[in-house]
């Protein structure tokens, strides 16, 4: 089961860190991503980090302003967003999966989701 939380409402230009809870003794052996979902758009990547932490990926749109981290002895996967944009208002999303080598900013290869955060970024 996955919780996440730290969405709110931010002027451009500023910060948000989300934070996803993970519940179950296997969180350390489970990839973790981002997803994002714009009101009118589909549910879109955003960023994930492997079980490992040895790898991390990005879409184009947040690259350099976002950064994924995990602290598997907490049980939760953050993503600080930095330099925030009125586009990247959206419901966020974590998701999980068990470790694989492929297809990592793919939703449909990730089994558990979380309820979503809402990002509001005013201009």
């Known amino acids: 089961q996955l919780q996440a939380y730290g969405g709110g409402l931010v002027q451009a230009g500023g910060s948000l860190r989300l934070s996803c809870a993970a519940s179950?003794?296997?969180?350390?052996?489970?990839?973790m991503a981002w997803f994002r979902q714009a009101p009118g758009k589909e549910r879109g990547f955003v960023a994930a980090?492997?079980?490992?932490?040895?790898?991390?990926y990005y879409a184009d749109t947040v690259k350099g302003r976002f950064t994924i981290s995990r602290d598997n002895a907490k049980n939760t996967v953050y993503l600080q967003m930095n330099s925030l944009k009125p586009e990247d208002t959206a419901v966020y999303y974590c998701?999980?999966?068990?470790?694989?080598?492929?297809?990592?900013?793919?939703?449909?290869?990730?089994?558990?989701w979380g309820q979503g955060t809402q990002v509001t970024v005013s201009s």
């Open positions: 998701a999980a999966r068990p470790f694989r080598a492929d297809q990592v900013t793919v939703m449909l290869a990730y089994d558990s």
């Open positions: 179950g003794p296997t969180f350390s052996r489970y990839d």
């Open positions: 980090i492997r079980w490992s932490a040895d790898y991390t």
